[in-house]
């Protein structure tokens, strides 16, 4: 973060000094867990469902830091953040909140990520949306994007009213790029994530039925979603995705130039020719006003796609030529883990660890995977999906479980294990679409899946672990590549 005083803290965000004169200078980072204060940082003190972090202010600055950014009076310097206005308050809800002094810490950290961005005038904001693949195209923009300068980004889907300006604060005045991923629960959420680091570029990748519980419907996620091409400036730029109609309708919502992007013969940056090779790896021509260039990406899935032709559009509006972007893109790892994460066996057996979370559109995009990695040799490779529930899909919940369910058969997945009652609809819908036998198992938890597949899976299946993160079901994965080296 740039460097700041307590006493100038306390002016942006409107609150006031405790137990300080205010000189003290934050250098260091931002953290709200006092394992990770860095010298000279500010420690956040947020309340929690089991420990409350005003509890730990005393520690915090022991570890180093100068401060606490709080919600009342601690045992340590503080700026004691001022009560949340009435109209920002659905916007800064935390587990475990009684009292709203969490809130008021995030509506003070808001303020304060919104003065660092405004101070930075040099610095590029990129804000990523869409209903799946948010955190997979932030990790490429920012690769493609870090040979032109020092890029900020997020750790994992670090995407929130928390995760927003934390990670907003890790910019300085050497950072040309910061790449920001903006989730939503409800309308007025990815706007007012806007507020707090306005984007000059903003990519919508989907609309999809996640978080369709709260949204009540794919129309009402596409208005919660076009917040983002509203919040773009004149001189700002909206990627959108040609090949999804609800996101393409979003160009009419903003007043900065459109590219679209897709495998639409109307995209400005699209991808054709494309082929798979035994790993889901895709190689495609890169089509663009600037010339041709064939791409070839070292990531799995045929999804990549499109998230590549997202980051190749903000490259190539940058100023790089199709060539430069081929060869970044080509370079481009796996940075955020339980994504894809593919890994074979001595044994032959190849596990794919996507199960950092779910949703119906990224499990669709998961079980083509696994389809294409098991069908590229001859003979076929026996394939298992292993999948858990799916949250927030509200009242569509048995339906969306269903259809994944009747998917798996109807992409000819050799083996479905459903685990967990939440998820029964998969396995109930897999058997209507024409599964029988032990085709498809529902077990009751993660334990009694590690069980099943240790017993059952033989050298050359191909093995695909998803879930919600809540479920953590990647110890599934872990347990099978732990097995695989005895």
């Given at each position: 973060?740039?460097?700041?005083?307590?006493?100038?803290?306390?002016?942006?965000?409107?609150?006031?000094?405790h137990a300080t004169d205010g000189s003290p200078v934050v250098t260091g980072s931002i953290e709200f867990d006092t394992r990770?204060?860095?010298?000279?940082?500010?420690?956040?003190?947020?309340?929690?469902?089991?420990?409350?972090g005003h509890d730990f202010a005393a520690q915090a600055v022991a570890a180093g830091a100068v401060g606490v950014l709080a919600g009342r009076e601690v045992d340590a310097p503080a700026v004691i953040a001022p009560p949340v206005e009435t109209k920002h308050a659905n916007a800064y809800v935390l587990a475990g909140?009684?009292?709203?002094?969490?809130?008021?810490?995030?509506?003070?950290?808001?303020?304060?990520?919104?003065?660092?961005?405004?101070r930075l005038k040099d610095l590029t904001i990129v804000g990523i949306t869409g209903s799946a693949g948010k955190t997979s195209t932030k990790d490429l923009i920012a690769q493609v994007l870090r040979p032109v300068g020092e890029v900020v980004a997020p750790p994992e889907s670090f995407n929130n009213e928390l995760g927003h300006p934390w990670t907003t604060l890790r910019s300085t005045e050497d950072t040309k790029f910061l790449v920001l991923e903006l989730s939503a629960r409800g309308i007025g959420h990815i706007a007012n994530l806007c507020e707090i680091a306005p984007p000059r570029f903003g990519a919508v990748l989907n609309v999809g039925t996640a978080h369709l519980g709260e949204f009540g419907s794919r129309e009402g996620i596409a208005q919660g979603k076009g917040e983002l091409v509203e919040a773009l400036p004149e001189d700002g730029v909206a990627i959108l995705?040609?090949?999804?109609?609800?996101?393409?309708?979003?160009?009419?919502?903003?007043?900065?130039?459109?590219?679209?992007?897709?495998?639409?013969?109307?995209?400005?940056?699209?991808?054709?020719?494309?082929?798979?090779?035994?790993?889901?790896r895709a190689s495609f021509t890169l089509k663009t006003a600037k010339g041709d260039a064939r791409v070839k990406l070292a990531l799995n899935?045929?999804?990549?796609?499109?998230?590549?032709?997202?980051?190749?559009?903000?490259?190539?509006e940058l100023g790089a030529t199709p060539d430069e972007v081929a060869e970044r893109l080509g370079a481009a790892q796996r940075v955020s883990s339980h994504r894809m994460v593919i890994t074979d066996r001595a044994d032959g057996?190849?596990?794919?660890?996507?199960?950092?979370?779910?949703n119906p559109d990224s499990v669709r995009a998961a079980l083509k995977a696994l389809a294409t990695i098991s069908r590229a040799t001859t003979p076929a490779r026996r394939s298992w999906a292993v999948l858990g529930p799916m949250?927030?899909?509200?009242?569509?919940?048995?339906?969306?479980?269903?259809?994944?369910?009747?998917?798996?058969?109807r992409l000819d997945i050799s083996k479905l294990v459903v685990i967990g009652d939440a998820a029964r609809a998969m396995h109930q819908g897999a058997h209507l679409e024409g599964s029988w036998g032990e085709e498809s198992v529902l077990v009751p938890d993660?334990?009694?899946?590690?069980?099943?597949?240790?017993?059952?899976?033989?050298?050359?299946?191909?093995?695909?672990?998803?879930?919600?993160?809540?479920y953590r079901l990647w110890r599934i994965a872990e347990a099978l590549l732990e097995a695989g080296t005895k």
């Open positions: 973060m740039i460097a700041l005083t307590l006493a100038e803290i306390a002016e942006i965000v409107g609150g006031r000094l990770k204060v860095t010298e000279g940082g500010l420690f956040l003190a947020l309340p929690g469902e089991r420990v409350d909140d009684k009292t709203g002094e969490g809130a008021a810490v995030l509506a003070a950290l808001a303020k304060l990520a919104r003065h660092v961005t405004d995705n040609a090949d999804d109609p609800l996101v393409a309708g979003m160009a009419s919502r903003t007043k900065a130039k459109v590219v679209l992007v897709g495998e639409n013969p109307k995209a400005d940056v699209r991808a054709e020719d494309i082929e798979l090779d035994e790993q889901a899935g045929p999804h990549q796609v499109g998230n590549a032709l997202v980051a190749a559009a903000i490259a190539l057996v190849t596990v794919i660890d996507d199960a950092y979370n779910a949250a927030e899909l509200g009242d569509d919940a048995v339906r969306e479980h269903d259809e994944i369910g009747r998917l798996v058969v993660a334990d009694a899946a590690i069980a099943l597949l240790r017993a059952e899976i033989r050298p050359g299946d191909v093995v695909l672990v998803k879930a919600s993160n809540a």
